[in-house]
């Protein structure tokens, strides 16, 4: 593997990654995404919607929400951490492309719960 190769496939310490401003809310409004993904998701289902990530819909069946938030939670930081192995410019990428993803995703759980507000 050549010398510049390979330094390309060096982490980037976290605090580097988050010290980025533009990386740092882009990978806030994931997070808070994230979070209000789990919110309308728990509130989605507790009107009898169903999960359409089908690894997200079996853990809620087998052992409930608590363990979908923990299984959510558990891969944002499996996400991040996988980020710090990316150039920083492809990192930077990846977590404004999560940002977008996750409101819309958001944004489908609202328009699926507008049908039960009275």
């Known amino acids: 593997m050549n010398r510049s190769r390979a330094h390309h496939l060096?982490?980037?310490?976290?605090?580097?990654?988050?010290?980025?401003?533009?990386?740092a809310l882009a990978w806030w409004v994931y997070v808070v995404g994230s979070v209000a993904d789990c919110?309308?998701?728990?509130?989605a289902l507790g009107h009898g919607l169903r999960e359409r990530n089908p690894v997200a819909r079996a853990i809620?069946?087998?052992?409930g929400m608590?363990?979908?938030?923990?299984?959510?939670f558990g891969v944002l930081?499996?996400?991040?951490m996988g980020l710090t192995?990316?150039?920083?410019?492809v990192a930077l990428i990846g977590a404004g492309v999560l940002?977008?993803?996750?409101?819309?995703?958001?944004?489908?759980?609202?328009?699926?719960?507008?049908?039960f507000l009275p």
């Not at 919110?39 to 509130?43: C, G, K, L, Q």
């Not at 930081?77 to 991040?80: H, K, S, T």
């Not at 940002?99 to 049908?115: G, Y």
């Open 39 to 43: 919110v309308t998701t728990s509130v």
């Open 85 to 89: 192995w990316l150039p920083r410019r």
């Open 99 to 115: 940002a977008v993803t996750i409101l819309l995703d958001v944004n489908a759980n609202l328009i699926e719960l507008r049908r």
């Open 77 to 80: 930081g499996v996400i991040l």
């Open 60 to 63: 809620y069946e087998r052992s």
């Open 10 to 23: 060096r982490r980037v310490p976290l605090r580097e990654l988050l010290a980025n401003p533009a990386f």
């Open 66 to 72: 608590e363990a979908l938030w923990a299984f959510k």
